[in-house]
T-cell receptor, first 115, second 112 residues
């Protein structure tokens, strides 16, 4: 069964450093998403991406975040200057279409720890 | 999106049916009910969705009341691997790249 894959599974970084989280969505999917989940809290939507541009973003997705689909298969989330409060699980998801009544497929997540 | 209300936690014996309720009293006519689950910090996993008719797939059944103000997710023969947080989400039909809005869900614990 096709799946969304994320690397690395765990990333530790120092405060102020830049990190790039990587995702390979399912190959024929067109819509891509990043979510985050701070330990013990809800899963929160960050951003959606379609046709090489951001479609929607939440208020969490500020100027320190950026997304890119550099080569037609990878989908990356960059955090420019990490803060302690960026420590969380980051989930990538993809969907085949933009219709809301299609399921989203999630990856297993990257645990980001900022020290 | 309409707001949903779920109990914070439930227990169920292994092998029995797990019935997870969800209230969505402000649901609109064009809004679907979705269920996802999250097993211990893994990525959320889609289970099922429906509009007004009852739905069944290989994972679960979804029963939506006639007035659509509430629904029940049924796992017919719960196993220990079904221990997870279950999220009931209401979303309108149609196109849109907006993300899912997760609440706190119901933590279902399957007891051996």
């Amino acid at each position: 069964e096709p799946e969304v894959t994320q690397t690395p599974s765990h990333q530790v970084t120092q405060m102020g450093q830049e990190v790039i989280l990587r995702c390979v969505p399912i190959s024929n999917h067109l819509y891509f998403y990043w979510y985050r989940q701070i330990l013990g809290q809800k899963v929160e939507f960050l951003v959606s991406f379609y046709n090489n541009e951001i479609s929607e973003k939440s208020e969490i997705f500020d100027d320190q975040f950026s997304v890119e689909r550099p080569d037609g298969s990878n989908f990356t989330l960059k955090i420019r200057s990490t803060k302690l409060e960026d420590s969380a699980m980051y989930f990538c998801a993809s969907k085949p279409t933009g219709f809301r009544n299609t399921e989203a497929f999630f990856g297993q997540g990257t645990r980001l720890t900022v020290v | 999106d309409a707001k949903t209300t779920q109990p914070p936690s439930m227990d169920c014996a292994e092998g029995r049916a797990a019935n997870l309720p969800c209230n969505h009293s402000t649901i609109s006519g064009n809004e679907y009910v979705y269920w996802y689950r999250q097993i211990h910090s893994q990525g959320p996993q889609y289970i099922i969705h429906g509009l007004k008719n009852n739905e069944t797939n290989e994972m679960a059944s979804l029963i939506i009341t006639e007035d659509r103000k509430s629904s029940t997710l049924i796992l017919p023969h719960a196993t220990l691997r079904d221990t997870a947080v279950y999220y009931c989400i209401v979303r309108p039909e149609g196109g849109g790249a907006d993300g899912l809005t997760f609440g706190k869900g119901t933590h279902l614990i399957i007891q051996p």
